[in-house]
T-cell receptor
Framework: NAGVMQNPRHLVRRRGQEARLRCSPM?????VYWYRQLPEEGLKFMVYLQKENIIDESGMPKERFSAEFPKEGPSILRIQQVVRGDSAAYFC?????????????FGPGTRLLVL | AQSVSQHNHHVILSEAASLELGCNYSYGGTVNLFWYVQYPGQHLQLLLKYFSGDPLVKGIKGFEAEFIKSKFSFNLRKPSVQWSDTAEYFCAVRGSGTYKYIFGTGTRLKVLA
């Protein structure tokens, strides 16, 4: 049973370029979450998606960041016109439908470096 | 404000030493609590979780944690660490029935052989 998959694992971009991060949830999981970890900080919630729906994007920066989880294919976190401050590790997690005992399972992360 | 504090950022122990990592949280209402571990180069793995019931929770690899509601704490313990426990440990809280995890900044544990 494959876990949460993320690719690429490492991504280098120059300022102004676009970054696309992909997340494939665990089999049977229909809920995806994105977190960002800045250096020396804990993971910070960004967005929560179900298939074709954004449920909560309260942690997303207002500009340049977007996320989707299409009916087919992985969830995508897209960062347009990257800046140095976007350098971080981006973690995706997935879960089955939310319930009292539901737990999120994390992927290995994508480490984004903006030059 | 909702937050999680992990006071020890770096811990160095010798093998067979006992471990206790502190975790305190600030959150109004009923909470679920988690400890995750991230081994070098790997993804976060769930060590243990508390939802309700017995406040002493046992997890994988000999770890346990105790929820002390009056102290808003959920400290992680292991009586005898091994070199393979070298990793970063994250405490997390979420409101019961919600989905938004709040993470601490992590504690990097290094165990010397």
């Amino acid at each position: 049973n494959a876990g949460v998959m993320q690719n690429p694992r490492h991504l280098v971009r120059r300022r102004g370029q676009e970054a696309r991060l992909r997340c494939s949830p665990m089999k049977g999981h229909s809920h995806v979450y994105w977190y960002r970890q800045l250096p020396e900080e804990g993971l910070k919630f960004m967005v929560y998606l179900q298939k074709e729906n954004i449920i909560d994007e309260s942690g997303m920066p207002k500009e340049r960041f977007s996320a989707e989880f299409p009916k087919e294919g992985p969830s995508i976190l897209r960062i347009q016109q990257v800046v140095r401050g976007d350098s971080a590790a981006y973690f995706c997690a997935s879960s089955p439908p939310v319930g009292a005992q539901e737990t999120q399972y994390f992927g290995p992360g994508t480490r984004l470096l903006v030059l | 404000a909702q937050s999680v504090s992990q006071h020890n950022h770096h811990v160095i122990l010798s093998e067979a030493a006992s471990l206790e990592l502190g975790c305190n949280y600030s959150y109004g209402g009923t909470v679920n609590l988690f400890w995750y571990v991230q081994y070098p180069g790997q993804h976060l793995q769930l060590l243990l979780k508390y939802f309700s019931g017995d406040p002493l929770v046992k997890g994988i690899k000999g770890f346990e944690a105790e929820f002390i509601k009056s102290k808003f704490s959920f400290n992680l313990r292991k009586p005898s660490v091994q070199w393979s426990d070298t990793a970063e440990y994250f405490c997390a809280v979420r409101g019961s029935g919600t989905y938004k995890y709040i993470f601490g900044t992590g504690t990097r544990l290094k165990v010397l052989a």
